[in-house]
């Protein structure tokens, strides 16, 4: 099953929300243990915690970029800082391009309602795509 295909099972299937069904479907791959990251990112569905602010799926979305790039090295926080944040704007981009807006209330309203599904596999799919572009 594809790290895509988990993300979608993660959120259909099993009913974590968009922010955990995304991040853990990388947790193996970063050697995270994803009952911890489970736990943490409980909160971060629908739009952070029911707010409809950023969509949990792109949250997760960032998360994982982050786990990619990230040095890890806190005795020099800013070695890869500034690249992943310069990472996760293109990749926010991306999303808004594919579904119209990074923020859980535009994306639930209106003419450009975009099921949760489908933000869950985008949001999957960009992380692909930034770790095909950043071996």
């Known amino acids: 099953m594809s790290i895509v295909e988990t993300a979608n099972n993660y959120f259909q299937e099993k009913k974590y929300n968009c922010c955990q069904a995304v991040i853990c479907a990388y947790c193996d791959e970063y050697g995270v243990d994803d009952n911890e990251i489970f736990k943490l990112t409980e909160g971060f569905g629908l739009g952070m915690g029911g707010l409809k602010d950023t969509c949990g799926a792109v949250t997760g979305m960032f998360m994982a970029i982050s786990m990619h790039n990230s040095a890890g090295e806190k005795e020099n926080p800013r070695k890869t800082k500034f690249q992943t944040y310069e990472d996760i704007r293109n990749a926010a981009a991306d999303f808004q391009n594919e579904c119209g807006s990074i923020f859980c209330r535009d994306l639930k309203s209106?003419?450009?309602?975009?099921?949760?599904?489908?933000?869950?596999?985008?949001?999957a799919k960009c992380v692909e795509k930034y770790i095909a572009n950043h071996k």
């Open 110 to 123: 209106g003419d450009s309602f975009t099921p949760c599904n489908r933000c869950v596999e985008f949001a």
